[in-house]
């Protein structure tokens, strides 16, 4: 059974940079498989889908983060990371990655995804 854990969040100042990661682990698993998409949720909000990436390595990026936002995979590692530059205090949220089997496991809806990882926490201060 293919398993997703996020690492990397925590307590950051307005303007400065941090890397999320999402690991896979699990007997055999393959991400190269899988569709990995990043989501964010803030308290009081929905869950919002803030990137994307192929099982090659295409990019996507919501309107809101382009520009901010680089994602990228090692599928070797079994990892997929999120860097986020010019922190601002309105990207605090819980920071999840969530992954499906190719075709699948592209976009913002998070229905496309049927696994997920538990979260961690990103907080920017002003």
């Known amino acids: 059974q293919v398993q997703f854990a996020e690492s990397g969040g925590g307590l950051v100042q307005s303007g400065g940079s941090l890397t999320v990661s999402c690991t896979a682990s699990?007997?055999?698993?393959?991400?190269?498989?899988?569709?990995i998409g990043w989501f964010r949720q803030a308290p009081g909000k929905e869950r919002e889908g803030v990137s994307c990436?192929?099982?090659?390595?295409?990019?996507y990026y919501a309107n809101s983060v382009k520009g901010r936002f680089t994602v990228s995979r090692d599928n070797a590692k079994k990892e997929v990371y999120l860097k986020i530059d010019s922190l601002k205090p309105d990207d605090t949220a819980v920071y999840f990655c969530?992954?499906?089997?190719?075709?699948?496991?592209?976009?913002?809806?998070?229905?496309?995804?049927?696994?997920w990882g538990q979260g961690t926490q990103v907080t920017v201060s002003s």
């Open positions: 969530a992954a499906e089997k190719w075709p699948h496991g592209l976009g913002r809806d998070p229905r496309q995804y049927g696994y």
């Open positions: 990436i192929s099982r090659d390595g295409t990019p």
């Open positions: 699990g007997i055999g698993v393959m991400l190269d498989i899988y569709g």
